[in-house]
T-cell receptor, first 115, second 111 residues
């Protein structure tokens, strides 16, 4: 099974709301990723968790807060977002450092609209 | 800084044609290169992964080649079908746990 699941599929939130995106994989992967994708653009890396520790933060604003409660779950907590944060948020996973071939598997994404 | 570009940006072809999508990267020090397909508003589906030591990979009607020294990869699609219509993205992995994506090629195959 090479499935990464994401919930919710769609999310509309106001600028004062707090919400969370969830990602789950059961492939035994030890690296998990959050990407942001704007329309007609390639995905941009936001965060990488390796063995449940944050290993890469691509200078993402603090209104985005990632969390990795265990090796199968990845959350992205959202607070005080701006309309320009509206995008498709993609989660991915891979086997992790030291375990090639490092193929990344992506979930279906959450379409976020900030009003 | 690694830069990945894809040519053409968009392509519209009749069903049955054989296609070549191009991907170029500026830094040849890559670990692997991955080709993805993305349908509108959906996630990415991994098509093929080529390790830096490999020259090509094949899956069904798809064949991807890699020339690391010249910084190029091609995705060959044989006998294209309307169901192949999507955006195709290439991405390179270097020594950090990051994928750097190309700009994408939007493919439309019409009946």
């Amino acid at each position: 099974d090479t499935e990464v699941t994401q919930t919710p599929k769609h999310l509309v939130m106001g600028m004062t709301n707090k919400k969370s995106l969830k990602c789950e994989q059961h492939m035994g992967h030890r690296a998990m990723y959050w990407y942001k994708q704007k329309a007609k653009k390639p995905p941009e890396l936001m965060f990488v968790y390796s063995y449940e520790k944050l290993s890469i933060n691509e200078s993402v604003p603090s209104r985005f807060s990632p969390e990795c409660p265990n090796s199968s779950l990845l959350n992205l907590h959202l607070h005080a977002l701006q309309p320009e944060d509206s995008a498709l948020y993609l989660c991915a996973s891979s086997q992790g450092p030291g375990t090639p071939p490092y193929e990344q598997y992506f979930g279906p994404g959450t379409r976020l609209t900030v009003t | 800084k690694q830069e990945v570009t894809q040519i053409p940006a968009a392509l519209s072809v009749p069903e049955g044609e054989n296609l070549v999508l191009n991907c170029s990267f500026t830094d040849s020090a890559i670990y692997n290169l991955q080709w993805f397909r993305q349908d509108p508003g959906k996630g990415l589906t991994s098509l093929l992964l080529i390790q830096s030591s490999q020259r090509e990979q094949t899956s069904g009607r798809l064949n991807a080649s890699l020339d690391k020294s010249s910084g190029r990869s091609t995705l060959y699609i044989a006998a294209s079908q309307p169901g192949d219509s999507a955006t195709y993205l290439c991405a390179v992995r270097q020594d950090t746990d990051k994928l750097i994506f190309g700009t994408g090629t939007r493919l439309q195959v019409f009946p």
